[in-house]
């Protein structure tokens, strides 16, 4: 498990936050950030908005909002989600097929 940067170039503390991500699969790192950032800055709320979530990811104790979520753990790629370094730039999202 790597550990989690955060450089405060901007100060968050008795803010509203949303993080925003492409996808969240497992929900590990994110579930983390979240506790770090509502342990550590004193934010007012916190909440996460995504494009897509999974549905077997852990539980997240923040306000979540979502435009779509898998029904099963197919492998999207493009639009900034890669696989083996491969296909973070297509303009399109696809599902790879193995």
Known sequence: ???????????????????IDDAIESG???????VYLSEGFAVKSLSVATLFVK???????VPQHFAYELESDDL???????????SRNNPFISKVIC
């Open 1 to 19: 498990m790597s550990d989690i940067l955060y450089q405060q170039n901007i100060n968050i503390k008795d803010k509203h936050v949303i993080v």
């Open 28 to 34: 590990g790192t994110m579930k983390r950030l979240i």
């Open 55 to 61: 549905s077997k990811r852990v539980n997240i104790a």
């Open 76 to 86: 999207l790629v493009g639009y900034g989600m890669p696989w083996n370094n491969l």
